[in-house]
């Protein structure tokens, strides 16, 4: 079946740190995936789509990977800030497919 | 620029009751998605539009969720006879082309069915 597992645990981290988030799944074949912030009370902020193609994307300090093999994006953010400390959600677009998955978010909490 | 409106922001309604909730985009984006979030989870797509053209239905629930588009603008997600289970947040987003991969969503409508 298919599934996108992203830690359901808090992760927790010191300010000025770099913040790792994952997302893995499963009997998808995603063309693009991206990377959504979500504050509490309030809808998902869109920060970064990666292609299929792309390695790697940046901007300022967010950084995503994309590895097809491995079935897995992985999400940075250097020099963690209190301001950071979110849920971000990864969301699947299969190719040819107008409809994203979402997965359940990973919290990040980050401490001053 | 306006974001993305919801209302009403919160509905209390009794069992049985239909519902109209309405998703006001961002002025001149051409894609509309309707999603249900439950607590802790991801949103869940449930419909989505291209101008006033419903281009895929396949997440509604059941033939008492139904959502328009007349003039490609302001959307209205209805449900009917809703159960205590509709209960949930409900958020729509809206995308400037008909790609529809970047999103800007609401701040949703928080559906409580008693």
């Known amino acids: 079946s298919q599934k996108i597992e992203q830690n359901s645990e808090a992760l927790n981290i010191q300010e000025g740190k770099t913040a790792t988030l994952t997302c893995n799944y499963t009997n998808y074949s995603p063309a693009y995936l991206q990377w959504y912030r979500q504050d509490p009370g309030r809808g998902p902020v869109f920060l970064l789509l990666?292609?299929?193609?792309?390695k790697e994307k940046r901007k300022e300090r967010l950084k995503v990977t994309f590895d097809t093999t491995l079935k897995q994006s992985l999400f940075h953010i250097t020099a963690s800030q209190p301001a950071d400390s979110a849920t971000y959600l990864c969301a699947l677009w299969e190719g040819g497919s107008y409809i994203p998955t979402f997965g359940r978010g990973t919290s990040l909490i980050v401490h001053p | 620029g306006a974001g993305v409106s919801q209302s009403p922001r919160y509905k209390v309604t009794k069992r049985g009751q239909d519902v109209a909730l309405r998703c006001d985009p961002i002025s001149g984006h051409v894609s509309l998605y309707w999603y249900r979030q439950a607590l802790g989870q991801g949103p869940e797509f449930l419909t989505y539009?291209?101008?006033?053209?419903?281009?895929?239905k396949s997440g509604l629930p059941n033939d008492r969720f139904s959502a328009e588009r007349p003039e490609g603008s302001i959307s209205t997600l209805t449900i009917q006879r809703t159960e205590q289970r509709d209960s949930a947040m409900y958020r729509c987003?809206?995308?400037?082309?008909?790609?529809?991969?970047?999103?800007?969503f609401g701040p949703g409508t928080r559906l409580t069915v008693t």
């Open positions: 990666i292609r299929e193609n792309e």
């Open positions: 539009f291209n101008y006033e053209a419903q281009q895929d």
């Open positions: 987003a809206s995308s400037l082309d008909i790609s529809g991969y970047e999103q800007y």
